[in-house]
């Protein structure tokens, strides 16, 4: 079936414009067929319904619109003791980075990878499965693209988390990074993001956790006010395992966050969470999760908190499929907006798909202002009224930062949440 006429020109110029890199023979071969994948799909436009609420265009054009350089701020994070990977407009920097060395751990360059290594069988692959039921053609071309990333392999319980930290030194820098992520049976480890990364950015992390394993991550988007980013996590998960994932959202003009889970082992935890603030008439940040429950006895979380004022646009789309035989399913799904004004919007979609019949899932949204009586409580006991809002947002997004492991992380992102705050009061 031909393409629509704007989504055919749109994906013609794109792809006019790339070349698939060369690599190993397994790498060469995921990206010949990722790229066949893109042209086949077309890539995203406003008409498709999972991107009806965020316009795809400035993803899609050839070029990055300029964003300005700011001064990065390194700190966050840094008391965690983490093994710091440094990315420089997407290009590893080997001389600001820790050496790739650790216990229960092995770590690699994707842009060093040689034909016999672990990555082969999983890069792309996850990408490739997560395609279906719903198409995710930025996926596929990062896949096809992608020259540098991170592939790491937990083989035991990796005590130093490791922290993947981006920066920049380049206007107009368009990253294109794509990690892969393999968590051995019974292993554990913590992967961290932060930092300014790119005008435009895209990233594509592909996580396999194995029976008994333990995946956590934690990830800070913010500082580039101009930034345009589009992130795709794709996790299989296996018996008794654990996935957690909690993304912060501060400034940028385009941010849109996929996250594309199988459960496919009895028993297994996965967890989505992500608290963003926006400010301003040009900000809009989609979260879009998916779930798929096929195995019995496991949980899924997502939990989703917003705050928007000046015009922002805030957009969710959840979905939990529950298939047939995952039995005692425990399926949670929330996402909530606090509004602060009359100017912004919340565009929330949540979806329940199930096949099963002993299960307990649940989803709500809502949207509202904050408490006039909270706030007067607040005031009338001498918080001056800034500091009180600021208060209140606070306490409206604990629930999605609780969902953070390490109280140290939760604390950092807490600091700097606080900061945000501060500076935009009012």
């Not at 409206?396 to 945000?420: Q, T």
Request: proline content about 3%.
């Amino acid at each position: 079936m031909a393409l629509p006429k704007p989504k055919q020109d749109a994906t013609d110029a794109r792809l006019g414009a790339v070349n698939v890199p060369d690599g190993p023979a397994w790498a060469r071969a995921a990206r010949t067929d990722a790229m066949d994948r893109t042209a086949a799909m077309g890539l995203p436009h406003r008409r498709d319904e999972y991107w009806k609420f965020t316009d795809p265009s400035a993803l899609v054009a050839v070029d990055a619109a300029p964003a300005d350089v700011l001064d990065d701020d390194d700190a966050l994070f840094s008391g965690s003791g983490a093994l710091t990977l440094v990315f420089v407009d997407g290009v590893f920097d080997a001389d600001a980075s820790d050496d790739l060395a650790g216990e229960g751990i092995e770590i690699s360059r994707l842009a060093d990878a040689q034909d016999l290594h672990w990555a082969r069988d999983l890069y792309g692959a996850l990408e490739t499965a997560g395609q279906t039921p719903v198409e995710r053609p930025l996926a596929a071309l990062n896949t096809a693209t992608a020259t540098d990333g991170v592939l790491i392999r937990a083989t035991g319980n990796v005590a130093r988390p490791v922290c993947l930290r981006y920066r920049r030194s380049s206007d107009d820098a368009d990253v294109v990074l794509h990690h892969v992520i393999r968590v051995e049976t019974g292993a554990q480890v913590t992967l961290l993001e932060t930092g300014s990364a790119a005008a435009r950015l895209s990233t594509v992390t592909e996580v396999s956790v194995a029976d008994g394993g333990t995946f956590h991550h934690v990830r800070q988007q913010g500082r580039d006010h101009q930034r345009r980013m589009n992130t795709h996590t794709f996790a299989r998960i296996g018996a008794e395992s654990t996935f957690k994932s909690f993304t912060l959202s501060l400034n940028g003009i385009l941010t849109r966050n996929d996250c594309v889970i199988e459960i496919l082992g009895d028993d297994a935890i996965a967890h989505v969470a992500g608290a963003c603030v926006g400010d301003g008439d040009n900000f809009v940040h989609d979260d879009t999760i998916f779930i798929t429950h096929d195995a019995v006895g496991c949980e899924s979380r997502q939990v989703f908190k917003k705050v928007l004022r000046n015009g922002a646009v805030g957009v969710f789309q959840g979905k939990i499929l529950v298939k047939q035989g995952a039995q005692k399913t425990d399926g949670y799904q929330i996402s909530q907006s606090l509004l602060l004004d009359g100017d912004s919007q919340f565009l929330a979609k949540p979806e329940l798909e199930i096949y099963a019949d002993d299960v307990a899932c649940s989803h709500g949204s809502t949207s509202g202002a904050i408490s006039d009586e909270a706030l007067f409580y607040l005031r009338s006991r001498g918080v001056p009224e800034k500091q009180a809002t600021n208060l209140l947002t606070l306490a409206f997004l604990a629930e999605a930062l609780e969902e953070i492991e390490d109280d140290a992380l939760a604390d950092d992102l807490r600091d700097r949440l606080a900061g945000w705050l501060d500076r935009h009061a009012g």
